[in-house]
């Protein structure tokens, strides 16, 4: 008799340190296990290799990618179109979009044709989730979804940058449904 028990998905959080990721993984629950990666390299590839040494460490064959902010998107993104065969799912919370990304401050590490690459690349779902009240327009992020293969596109209404401190029931359910609970 074989266990019908189903393995619950591994979450990776990707984001800054300035997004209150404990709150986010108060609302996936104790279904899904969850790990957190910060990059920060100078280059975009560096990030890419260490989440990849870091999944090896965890012993994991297979992410749940939730990502936050321009940053994090991009490195899901990244992530997925170099090892498609590592990633379920993307869930990209509050991402930047094509158009955003002219920074004068140094502080990207990419360019709208990388982000437009990764995009082309990725095998996986990638759920857009972006809230009403986000600062940053939603365009660049329809611009963005239009270069996916699978796009799910996700609106909250009366969010903000971080939708799960401003509507934790609707990115609950959204949450759920990205890892497929």
């Known amino acids: 008799m074989t266990d019908s028990k ?20 108060e609302l996936i629950g104790e279904e899904a296990p969850c790990h957190r990666y910060r990059g920060g390299s100078p280059a975009i590839d560096d990030d890419v290799a260490g989440l990849d040494r870091q999944r090896e460490q965890w012993g994991l064959a297979r992410l749940v990618l939730i990502s936050h902010g321009a940053d994090g998107g991009a490195l899901a993104l990244a992530y997925a179109a170099a090892h498609p065969e590592r990633v379920s799912v993307i869930g990209q919370l509050s991402g930047a979009g094509i158009g955003e990304n002219a920074a004068t401050d140094g502080t990207r590490y990419y360019a709208d044709a990388d982000l ?42 009366d969010a903000g940058d971080r939708p799960w401190l401003d509507q934790p029931d609707a990115v609950r359910e959204l949450l759920a449904e990205i890892i497929g609970r």
Do not use: F
């Open 6 to 25: 189903v393995t619950p998905a591994t979450v990776v959080l990707l984001g800054d340190g300035s997004a209150d990721l404990d709150s986010l993984v």
């Open 116 to 157: 437009i690459g990764w995009a082309a690349g990725t095998q996986c779902p990638v759920y857009l989730v972006h809230g009403t009240a986000d600062p940053r327009p939603v365009d660049g992020v329809l611009r963005l979804a239009d270069r996916i293969p699978i796009a799910r596109k996700r609106i909250v209404m």
